[in-house]
Antibody
């Protein structure tokens, strides 16, 4: 079955960087894009950006431009999301999701990133 | 940016009753709208795409309708497993991608 498995929880200090991985299985990785969505504690969903697993093209949310980089490794069917210059309001659960014709299905299990001094 | 507004924020419903959730877009998104269900501690799950097409494995009690700026998710007879938060998402604005979600509607047991 189609599955996305993410890396484990992270605790980072303000100003640091975090890199979250998302390993795909059960489908042809390069046939779909991966979007990243985050959810602050008790809040709603925020789309962060998208990467094509076919050619590496990216599209980032305007508010994160310059701080986020999304990459893929097609040899391992893994997508990565790196967020730099972390602030306390970056504390959230980060999800990867397969973008299927612009909607998201399925989603990874989520990775909690806590930013705290 | 297209702003998605969901109402109500919380909906109290008894098991077996119908639930009607609304989602409004700040400008037309045609039928480019999806609905997701999220239970506590879990990732969201796709319910509906194209405003009205149920995703694979989604029970027929879930239905979506609308186009343009006004959309509705209806759960015809609430089961215990349906109490959750529901989000709408527009995917009309592209390129480049500018996907946005509503703030969610929590469906709770009355």
């Amino acid at each position: 079955q189609v599955q996305l498995v993410q890396s484990g929880a992270e605790v980072k200090k303000p100003g640091a960087s975090v890199k979250v991985s998302c390993k795909a299985s059960g489908y042809t990785f390069t046939s779909y894009g991966i979007s990243w969505v985050r959810q602050a504690p008790g809040q709603g969903l925020e789309w962060m950006g998208w990467i094509s697993a076919y050619n590496g093209n990216t599209n980032y949310a305007q508010k994160l431009q310059g701080r986020v980089t999304m990459t893929t490794d097609t040899s391992t069917s893994t997508a990565y999301m790196e967020l730099r210059s972390l602030r306390s309001d970056d504390t959230a659960v980060y999800y990867c999701a397969r973008e299927h014709r612009r909607w998201f299905d399925p989603w990874g299990q989520g990775t909690l990133v806590t930013v705290s001094s | 940016e297209i702003v998605m507004t969901q109402s109500p924020a919380t909906l109290s419903v008894s098991p077996g009753e119908r639930a009607t959730l609304s989602c409004r877009a700040s400008q037309s998104v045609s039928s480019n709208l999806a609905w997701y269900q999220q239970k506590p501690g879990q990732a969201p799950r796709l319910l509906i795409y194209g405003a009205s097409t149920r995703a694979t494995g989604i029970p027929a009690r879930f239905s979506g309708s609308g186009s343009g700026t006004e959309f509705t998710l209806t759960i015809s007879s609430l089961q215990s497993e349906d109490f959750a938060v529901y989000y709408c998402q527009q995917y009309n604005n592209w390129p480049p991608r500018e996907w946005t979600f509503g703030q969610g509607t929590k469906v709770e047991i009355k």
